[in-house]
């Protein structure tokens, strides 16, 4: 079965500061996907960054970068100079061969809060 | 501008009623979602459709039903036989493929007393 855990149910961070927001998953694909959202207060989810399993690279977006360990099963998100409107619940979520790609598996979310 | 729309924003229904909640989205994406996210929790898949008139059941379809008889609009069905069915709703789409992201519209949250 595919699972993401996300073990941090809350961040702080100071203003201008970078965080790292933990992510594992479980799955016995090989091919698959990692996604990371942001919900603010309003709820709509925000796509942030993606990478395939065969990227070899780590994925970056902005300030937004992707610490991609395959061995080790982790995903996580890194936030360079944060800024108050960083300010939300951050979900880590994965798509695989296995559930045909369809289906995106969510962790149960980290809220972080960014202080002045 | 391109985009998922959810309507409406805030919806209360008495226990026992039937409820359809909208989704339209203009980005001629092939494949729609819902979700549902219970607080302090993740989403969940509810239904999905990768084309017109074809959809499948996520991993709690139980007391909801939905159609595709348009490539824009995938209507959701919160039945009476749904036992909890107070919850923030949220529909997507993204096109067919692995590493296509899906977009979010801006959710429902179904109130039931």
């Known amino acids: 079965a595919q699972k993401i855990t996300q073990t941090q149910p809350g961040m702080f961070v100071q203003e201008k500061e970078a965080v790292t927001l933990d992510c594992t998953y479980d799955?016995?694909?090989?091919?698959?996907?990692l996604f990371w959202y942001k919900q603010p207060s309003s709820g709509e989810m925000i796509f942030l960054i993606y990478?395939?399993?065969?990227?070899?690279q780590n994925a970056t977006e902005g300030r937004y970068s992707l610490n991609f360990q395959k061995a080790r099963k982790s995903a996580n998100l890194v936030i360079s100079a944060s800024q108050l409107g960083d300010s939300a619940m951050y979900f880590c979520?994965?798509?695989?061969?296995?559930?045909?790609?369809?289906?995106?598996?969510f962790g149960t979310g980290t809220r972080l809060l960014v202080s002045p | 501008d391109g985009g998922i729309t959810q309507s409406p924003k805030y919806l209360f229904r008495k226990e026992g009623q039937n409820v359809t909640l909208s989704c339209e989205q203009n980005?001629?994406?092939?494949?729609m979602y819902w979700y549902r996210q219970d607080p302090g929790q993740g989403l969940r898949l509810i239904y999905y459709?990768?084309?017109?008139?074809?959809?499948q059941k996520g991993d709690i379809a139980e007391g909801y039903s939905v159609s595709r008889e348009k490539k824009e609009s995938f209507p959701l069905t919160v039945t009476s036989a749904q036992k909890n069915p107070t919850a923030f709703y949220l529909c997507?789409?993204?096109?067919?493929?692995?590493?296509?992201?899906?977009?979010f519209g801006p959710g429902t949250r179904l109130t039931v007393t």
């Open positions: 979520a994965m798509r695989s061969k296995n559930t045909g790609f369809q289906k995106l598996v």
């Open positions: 459709s990768q084309i017109v008139n074809d959809f």
């Open positions: 980005l001629n994406h092939d494949a």
């Open positions: 990478q395939g399993s065969y990227d070899e």
């Open positions: 997507a789409s993204s096109k067919a493929g692995a590493s296509y992201e899906q977009y």
């Open positions: 799955t016995s694909d090989q091919s698959y996907g």
